[in-house]
């Protein structure tokens, strides 16, 4: 039986990182749309998509016959990566909006609105392996200093237990072992995206940086039980305003691992250092 959730709770929350000015709430829906029937054609037709949710930053899906997923159509689509856990399980990495994207498959598969009709991606919409640009020198690596902004352990990112941290799918970074049980900003900047289940936060620095920070593996599960937002979408914060607090007790008798990436989004050659 096929289920979708209609409902999109929180569609302002989960906006574009670094698009549009002010963090404007107002999206292009027919960019999404595009993106969304590109998806679905990739993942073997509306018919192939058995379950469809989302977390944080990918698509979660019950696929009919995994064989039918088009890994290399879903990256020319906009996707940063494909994960396949295994039995009918697909996820598809695609970042802090990838809520619009969700409800672009889902009002396409309901009938609610017709599947644009098909077209060449367009330059440059996805991170194509090697690039088009031809690199006679590797790029300088940035150092991204911030505050550290969990109690706790620092572990490197492939400590991880998800290989789309792990393997830096999502942008480099590193790891919180936590201890404490309040995220705080890192640095000064502005909320950029807050989720329903408030296991995670992004944030827009100052200097442009975009950053997510992700309490947990799996969490998104535990439906924001034990967790707590405590800032909003384009508010302004300054480096050691409390972001989001959460129950560590919780989490480990949920059975997921506490430990946080924090990650950077817009920037593959950055390295994250706490001062």
Avoid: W
Wanted: net charge negative.
């Amino acid at each position: 039986m096929k289920r979708f959730n209609l409902k999109t709770p929180g569609r302002e929350d989960d906006d574009i990182l670094g698009e549009g000015t002010e963090y404007d709430t107002h999206v292009a829906d027919d960019k999404y749309l595009v993106t969304g029937s590109r998806f679905i054609d990739a993942l073997g037709g509306r018919d192939n998509i058995l379950e469809l949710e989302n977390c944080a930053t990918r698509l979660r899906m019950e696929i009919d016959d995994v064989s039918k997923v088009d890994d290399t159509a879903l990256k020319r689509a906009g996707a940063a990566g494909t994960m396949k856990p295994g039995g009918k399980s697909v996820q598809v990495i695609y970042g802090t909006n990838v809520q619009f994207v969700k409800d672009a498959m889902e009002q396409i598969m309901s009938g609610q609105v017709e599947a644009p009709t098909p077209a060449a991606p367009e330059p440059g919409i996805a991170p194509a392996a090697g690039g088009t640009a031809v690199l006679t020198d590797a790029p300088a690596t940035t150092t991204v200093t911030l505050r550290q902004p969990l109690e706790g352990t620092v572990v490197p990112l492939t400590a991880v237990p998800d290989p789309t941290f792990a393997q830096g799918v999502m942008g480099p970074g590193v790891a919180i072992e936590p201890t404490g049980d309040t995220v705080v900003a890192p640095a000064d900047g502005t909320i950029g995206a807050t989720f329903d289940s408030s296991h995670a936060v992004a944030l827009v620095l100052d200097d442009g940086t975009e950053l997510l920070i992700h309490v947990g593996i799996d969490t998104v599960g535990m439906k924001g039980d034990g967790f707590e937002t405590l800032v909003q979408k384009g508010q302004k914060v300054t480096a050691g305003t409390p972001l989001l607090r959460f129950d560590l007790a919780k989490i480990r008798a949920a059975g997921h691992p506490a430990i946080t990436p924090v990650i950077v989004l817009n920037n593959e050659n950055a390295a994250v250092t706490f001062e």
